[in-house]
């Protein structure tokens, strides 16, 4: 072997050893932005009164005995990226509201919305990830609106398969990846793709992380989300 070559290939077995972690984390200088790292930030909560945190770079949201659904927004957005990793108490159904509205003082009643009640102002509505531990994770919900499923209503409950409802695992870190991009919303969990969907209603809308609402007398009990970060796309 030349002196050259010698080179060349202890070069090229340092790059194959190097992590994969390692090398994904060059990508937050692509557009990423790191949310919540110090702290909530701008971020706001609405519709409930479950507690957020930030403790060592992770989200906490907590329950609040009596509280309706509560979420921490942040946004407007309109077409982006988002990743995190998720860990919720076996008890709590959580989920990330995705170009979601607030209802506003004489906000009419959205389009499509399930009942026929006006929700009160700061509830938070609109396609919404899933994240619970029942098989649904990674499909989307169309929160407080149409209550039902958005693989339903588009017909793409093909993609729902049996690797997608066992893609969540219980009791530990999930890894999230959500895409967002004109009408086209996708999911995947733990690299496994759960929701594939077109829908034009939403263009544009916040970002919010769930706390559910809990029975009367239970809890308290938390969802965690760390190595958030997001990046919009043009």
Same mark, same amino acid.
């Given at each position: 072997?030349?002196?050259?070559?010698?080179?060349?290939?202890?070069?090229?077995?340092?790059?194959?050893?190097?992590? =994969?972690?390692?090398?994904? !984390?060059?990508?937050?200088? *692509?557009?990423?932005?790191?949310?919540?790292?110090?702290?909530?930030?701008?971020?706001?909560?609405?519709?409930?009164?479950?507690?957020?945190?930030?403790?060592?770079?992770?989200?906490?949201?907590?329950?609040? *005995?009596?509280?309706?659904?509560?979420?921490?927004?942040?946004? &407007?957005?309109?077409?982006?990226?988002?990743?995190?990793?998720? !860990? +919720?108490? *076996?008890?709590?159904?959580?989920?990330?509201?995705?170009?979601?509205?607030?209802?506003?003082?004489?906000?009419?009643?959205?389009?499509?919305?399930?009942?026929?009640?006006?929700? &009160?102002?700061?509830?938070?509505?609109?396609?919404?990830?899933?994240?619970? /531990?029942?098989?649904?994770?990674?499909?989307?919900?169309?929160?407080?609106?149409?209550?039902?499923?958005?693989?339903? =209503?588009t017909k793409?409950?093909? /993609?729902?398969?049996?690797?997608?409802?066992?893609?969540?695992?219980?009791?530990?870190?999930?890894?999230?990846? /959500?895409?967002?991009?004109?009408?086209?919303?996708?999911?995947? +969990?733990?690299?496994?793709?759960?929701?594939?969907?077109r829908q034009?209603?939403?263009?544009?809308?916040?970002?919010?992380?769930?706390?559910?609402?809990?029975?009367?007398?239970?809890?308290?009990?938390?969802?965690?989300?760390?190595?958030?970060?997001?990046?919009?796309?043009?």
């Amino acid at each position: 072997m030349t002196r050259a070559s010698f080179f060349s290939a202890l070069a090229g077995a340092a790059l194959a050893a190097v992590p =994969l972690q390692a090398v994904d !984390k060059t990508r937050s200088g *692509d557009g990423w932005q790191a949310l919540f790292k110090d702290g909530l930030g701008d971020a706001t909560i609405v519709s409930g009164t479950a507690s957020y945190k930030v403790e060592d770079g992770v989200l906490i949201g907590t329950t609040a *005995d009596g509280s309706p659904n509560t979420f921490l927004i942040k946004g &407007p957005y309109k077409d982006f990226e988002l990743e995190f990793e998720v !860990k +919720v108490d *076996d008890q709590l159904n959580s989920g990330v509201q995705v170009r979601s509205k607030v209802v506003k003082e004489g906000d009419p009643i959205p389009s499509g919305t399930k009942s026929k009640k006006a929700h &009160p102002p700061g509830r938070m509505y609109g396609p919404q990830c899933e994240i619970a /531990i029942n098989g649904t994770a990674g499909d989307f919900y169309d929160e407080a609106r149409r209550g039902t499923w958005w693989s339903i =209503l588009t017909k793409t409950e093909s /993609i729902r398969t049996e690797e997608a409802k066992a893609a969540f695992k219980k009791g530990e870190w999930n890894r999230y990846r /959500i895409a967002v991009k004109g009408d086209r919303y996708q999911s995947w +969990v733990n690299g496994v793709p759960t929701a594939d969907f077109r829908q034009a209603d939403d263009p544009e809308g916040y970002i919010g992380f769930q706390v559910h609402s809990v029975k009367k007398g239970s809890g308290p009990y938390s969802a965690r989300w760390r190595n958030v970060r997001l990046r919009e796309m043009k």
